[in-house]
């Protein structure tokens, strides 16, 4: 089993549509969690931390259920210019971030 | 944010022959560092953690003796891909730590390398 999981996808959608990715990770002692995008032939950047509290940036909203070792990603209204892939990290120890293979994500006219 | 900056973003060597890529913390001092490779249509995988003084800590499955690494000031890191071959041909990307806590990482524009 992968230490972290997501859905490959690909997800499209039109335009203004809501979607919602999900990751689940195996090791119960991980530290921090993070969204990353990543554009076609570029390095990842940084979309969200998430917590366990919840927390929105604008469009997206990030959650963390500690107990069932899930994370999700939400993105509403959706752009054109959400096109990309969606990595989800976990940090297990000393910063070292295991990826998931990401969603892939398509958002059409 | 901080800023990482790796070069070169690109590079084509002959099979055989060593690449060095750069990876550089320019407002912040980072005493590690990672290295990744993605092949395409995979994610990044985690090839070394790169430490400032000491030596590196090279994943399961990675020769140390093929990438060598170097992190002899708290702002470089450097990965050597000796006597590359077209198996090597990949995306390397290099990410450090910032922030509160150091958990926050931030990932160079990463080097596509290419060996013919």
């Known amino acids: 089993r992968k230490e972290v999981e997501q859905d490959p996808g690909p997800f499209n959608v039109p335009e203004g549509a809501t979607v919602a990715f999900n990751c689940t990770y195996s090791?119960?002692?991980?530290?921090?969690f993070f969204w990353y995008r990543q554009d076609c032939r570029k390095e990842p950047k940084l979309l969200m931390s998430?917590?366990?509290s919840g927390n929105e940036d604008g469009r997206f909203t990030a959650q963390l259920n500690r107990a069932s070792q899930y994370i999700s990603l939400l993105i509403r209204d959706s752009k054109l210019s959400d096109s990309a892939t969606y990595l989800c990290?976990?940090?297990?120890?000393?910063?070292?971030?295991?990826f998931g293979d990401g969603t892939t994500l398509t958002v059409k006219p | 944010g901080a800023v990482v900056s790796q070069h070169p973003s690109w590079v084509i060597c002959k099979s055989g022959t060593s690449v060095k890529i750069e990876c550089r913390s320019l407002?912040?001092?980072?005493?590690?560092m990672f290295w990744y490779r993605q092949f395409p249509k995979q994610s990044l995988m985690l090839m070394a953690t790169?430490?400032?003084?000491?030596?590196?800590t090279y994943e399961q499955g990675v020769e140390k003796d093929k990438f060598l690494i170097n992190h002899a000031s708290l702002t470089l890191s450097t990965l050597t891909v000796t006597s590359a071959h077209p198996e090597d041909s990949s995306f390397y990307i290099c990410?450090?730590?910032w922030g509160v806590g150091n958990t926050e990482a931030f990932f160079g524009q990463g080097t596509r390398l290419t060996v013919v």
């Open positions: 990410s450090a730590l």
């Open positions: 090791n119960s002692a991980s530290q921090s």
């Open positions: 998430v917590y366990s």
């Open positions: 990290v976990v940090n297990f120890n000393a910063g070292k971030s295991t």
């Open positions: 407002d912040f001092q980072a005493t590690t």
């Open positions: 790169s430490n400032e003084g000491s030596k590196a």
